[in-house]
């Protein structure tokens, strides 16, 4: 099967994946009571019944559940995400605007974890059963069982008010170009990747283990090749199909977990606007958070499927 086909196929695939989602996320948050009339209601308690029943027909919240759905759907499908009841801002614009401080905290965290997980995962994996490796499984172990949270708060605690290195919450609204964004950066960063780091510690300590115990590694030692060629040229290369397994899959913790460190941080990106859009009811703020979010999941297991082929000549498309 070529490139092209494939790509093809894997995104025809996509559709119901993200169909799925969106009709489950709406499902799931009309079953909780209130919408976002209802809270604008209760900041002007001077609105009569008759206001509020046609403010419900002008947002589309009258009718059922599917019903709403479907309307939704359809405006999605022509590049229209809705409006903010409280405000009738356009959803899109919510959502460009806090997007690029969702991405950066998003990369750095990536880039945190792989430049953590890679050199320690092959340390480790060199060095078996020493004390290096031994440290290197039990901060792994620690790094998966932490809450983000606790972490995030931890080190608020140290580094910004006892220690004084970094500031402590964000300004509500900095440009990523700002040479102080780094500072700002720094601490959710390191917040939303050491989880990440630590499971993908732990599989390339796992998966270059297992390679270097292969007989293709033993036959090239007996050639004589230098051990630095053996496991940087071979060993690492075969290894990292395993890692990059793993990555496109913690993509949705990644997601997952920024939403929880953002509203730690005060970071201004999507993670928070969607905690303020769920206490508003705003339907279309967290139906459109969602889909992003889902596009995002999707694309990296995408990423992931394709780099499966440059990375083992003995995956196939086919």
């Known amino acids: 099967m070529s490139l092209r086909r494939f790509v093809l196929r894997r995104a025809l695939s996509v559709l119901p994946v993200l169909v799925g989602v969106s009709a489950v996320t709406f499902g799931l948050f009309h079953l909780t009571p209130g919408d976002p009339v209802s809270q604008v209601v209760a900041l002007n308690p001077d609105v009569s019944a008759a206001e509020e029943a046609r403010l419900r027909e002008r947002w589309g919240l009258s009718g059922p559940v599917w ?8 405006d999605v499908l022509v590049g229209d995400l809705g409006r903010e009841v409280r405000t009738g801002r356009a ?61 995030g708060l931890l080190l608020i605690l140290v580094f910004s008010l006892y220690l004084g290195l970094f500031p402590v919450l ?16 720094l601490l959710p960063g390191v917040t939303v990747g050491t989880a990440a780091a630590a499971s993908l510690t732990r599989v390339m300590r ?17 050639r004589g090749l230098p051990e630095r060629t053996v496991v940087f040229k071979h060993v690492l290369r075969n290894s ?4 990059v397994t793993l990555a496109a899959t913690l993509t949705a913790g990644i997601v997952a977990g920024s939403v ?8 201004p990106g999507l993670g928070s606007e969607l905690v303020q859009a769920i206490d508003r009811r705003e339907t279309d703020v967290v139906m459109a958070i969602t889909l992003v979010t889902a596009v995002a999941v999707v694309v990296a297991n995408f990423l992931a ?9 003995r995956i196939r498309y086919d």
């Open 240 to 243: 990292l199909v395993s890692v």
């Open 206 to 222: 796992t998966s270059m283990a297992e390679e270097l115990n292969a007989e293709y590694v033993t036959a090239a030692r007996a």
């Open 91 to 151: 959803v899109s614009g919510i959502v460009w605007r806090r997007l690029p401080e969702t991405i950066a905290l998003g990369l750095f965290g990536w880039l945190f974890a792989v430049a953590i997980a890679v050199p320690t995962g092959i340390y480790a994996a060199v060095n078996e059963g020493e004390l290096g490796d031994v440290a290197s499984r039990v901060l792994a172990l620690s790094g998966v069982s932490i809450p983000n949270f606790w972490l």
């Open 305 to 313: 499927d394709v780099l499966y082929a440059l990375l083992d000549p």
């Open 170 to 185: 964000p300004p509500s609204r900095l440009p990523l170009y700002h040479p102080e964004t780094l500072r700002y950066l």
């Open 67 to 74: 019903r709403q759905y479907l309307a939704w759907l359809s």
């Open 260 to 267: 929880v460190v953002e509203s730690v941080f005060n970071w």
